[in-house]
């Protein structure tokens, strides 16, 4: 009987021993400590796309309110809402520049968008004043009137003043001119222009970024703004 006291050839020096064959598997101790370094990596890239894939979803489905501008040229940009302070810091710049946009949308007549700029004014007005220039448009028939005028107009504000009357509540006066040129006419016919509305703050909105809205609305009686064919 063959016994296993003695260690043969092979075994001493470990030729044809399935053993030897791991190093070469697994490499040099470097090589290991390497590839334990790249799993690292590996699982530490994984582990930062989860945390930033379920920030996303928090995100998104957290109470955010998204507010994004639209330019006229159909350029879109996310804008942040205002913290309180940078608000009230710069109430009087944004007010300006909210009257002035809905000034334009209303009374600055334009034959070729009268219907997307009256559109745009109303969906900044409160609930009441809405409902009591939508049927003040419709009984004299403006825009129907204004797309038949070929005219164009531009609104220049000379003056601006706003007091509060209560918290988040302004009353605003504003004057300036209105320039109406009818089509093929280079020369425009300047009339003044003054009004005095009410603003509110509330929460903004992909329509109205501002956070304003106009409850009251009040415009000095004038002449119509061409000799003829313009609404009256």
């Given at each position: 009987?063959?016994?296993?006291d003695?260690?043969?050839p092979?075994?001493?020096?470990?030729e044809?021993?399935?053993l030897?064959?791991?190093?070469?598997l697994y490499g040099?101790r470097?090589?290991i400590?390497?590839?334990?370094r790249?799993?690292?990596?590996?699982?530490?890239?994984a582990?930062v796309l989860v945390v930033?894939?379920?920030?996303?979803?928090?995100?998104?489905?957290?109470?955010?309110t998204?507010v994004?501008?639209?330019?006229s040229d159909?350029r879109?940009?996310?804008?942040?809402?205002?913290?309180?302070?940078?608000?009230r810091k710069n109430?009087?710049?944004?007010?300006?520049s909210?009257?002035?946009?809905?000034l334009?949308?209303l009374?600055?007549?334009?034959?070729?968008?009268?219907?997307?700029?009256i559109?745009?004014?109303?969906?900044?007005?409160s609930p009441?004043?809405r409902l009591r220039?939508?049927?003040?448009?419709?009984?004299?028939?403006?825009?129907e009137?204004?797309?038949?005028?070929?005219i164009?107009?531009?609104?220049t504000?000379r003056?601006?003043?706003m007091?509060?009357?209560?918290r988040d509540i302004?009353?605003v006066?504003?004057?300036?001119?209105?320039?109406t040129?009818?089509q093929?006419n280079?020369?425009?016919r300047?009339?003044?222009?003054?009004?005095?509305?009410?603003?509110s703050?509330?929460?903004?909105t992909?329509?109205?970024?501002?956070g304003?809205w106009?409850?009251?609305?009040?415009?000095?009686?004038?002449?119509?703004p061409?000799?003829?064919?313009?609404p009256r």
């Amino acid at each position: 009987m063959k016994t296993f006291d003695r260690e043969t050839p092979e075994e001493e020096t470990g030729e044809e021993t399935p053993l030897w064959t791991a190093p070469s598997l697994y490499g040099s101790r470097e090589e290991i400590l390497r590839g334990f370094r790249q799993v690292k990596r590996l699982v530490a890239g994984a582990l930062v796309l989860v945390v930033l894939d379920t920030l996303g979803i928090v995100l998104l489905s957290g109470d955010h309110t998204l507010v994004v501008g639209l330019s006229s040229d159909g350029r879109m940009q996310v804008l942040t809402p205002l913290s309180d302070r940078v608000f009230r810091k710069n109430l009087e710049r944004i007010s300006r520049s909210f009257v002035q946009d809905f000034l334009e949308n209303l009374t600055a007549y334009d034959s070729f968008e009268i219907s997307y700029r009256i559109g745009k004014a109303l969906a900044v007005m409160s609930p009441d004043l809405r409902l009591r220039m939508k049927r003040a448009i419709l009984s004299q028939n403006l825009l129907e009137s204004v797309s038949r005028a070929r005219i164009h107009t531009v609104l220049t504000l000379r003056s601006f003043s706003m007091h509060p009357v209560r918290r988040d509540i302004w009353s605003v006066e504003v004057a300036g001119t209105r320039t109406t040129y009818a089509q093929g006419n280079s020369e425009g016919r300047s009339q003044g222009f003054s009004a005095r509305l009410i603003l509110s703050r509330g929460a903004p909105t992909p329509g109205n970024p501002y956070g304003l809205w106009v409850s009251r609305y009040q415009e000095e009686a004038q002449a119509s703004p061409v000799a003829e064919g313009a609404p009256r």
